[in-house]
């Protein structure tokens, strides 16, 4: 094999690599967003129906809590996915030159 198509294939092994984190950063994002959806409805159900403890402040601190957990989740499946995409589309261009 020639120095060239070495290098070809080490960077569609990479772009393939990429294809797979830039994946899993969107499925982190999304399951972030669905599982605090998820929390929402539970609690709205759980106010709605009377049940009390639902409605305290401590349940309230543990609601906000969750809520910021989820969001920095949902952050970093956004960021690995926006790095992985931006790697890609350089990988790319060095590619098709």
Same mark, same amino acid.
């Given at each position: 094999?020639? *120095?060239?198509?070495?290098?070809?294939?080490?960077?569609? %092994? %990479?772009?393939?690599?990429?294809?797979?984190?830039?994946?899993?950063?969107?499925? *982190?994002?999304?399951?972030?967003?669905?599982?605090f959806a998820v929390l929402?409805?539970?609690?709205?159900?759980?106010?709605?129906?009377?049940?009390?403890?639902?409605?305290?402040?401590?349940?309230? $601190?543990?609601?906000?809590?969750?809520a910021l957990v989820a969001?920095?989740?949902?952050?970093?499946?956004?960021?690995?996915?926006?790095? $992985? *995409?931006?790697?890609?589309?350089?990988?790319? %261009?060095?590619?098709h030159k």
């Amino acid at each position: 094999m020639s *120095r060239n198509s070495k290098n070809k294939a080490k960077i569609k %092994q %990479q772009i393939y690599e990429l294809k797979l984190k830039k994946r899993n950063g969107f499925m *982190r994002c999304i399951a972030a967003i669905v599982g605090f959806a998820v929390l929402i409805v539970i609690k709205i159900s759980l106010s709605s129906n009377g049940v009390e403890w639902a409605s305290t402040t401590v349940a309230n $601190a543990i609601f906000f809590i969750m809520a910021l957990v989820a969001a920095g989740f949902a952050g970093l499946g956004s960021r690995d996915w926006r790095h $992985a *995409r931006d790697e890609i589309l350089a990988l790319n %261009q060095k590619l098709h030159k």
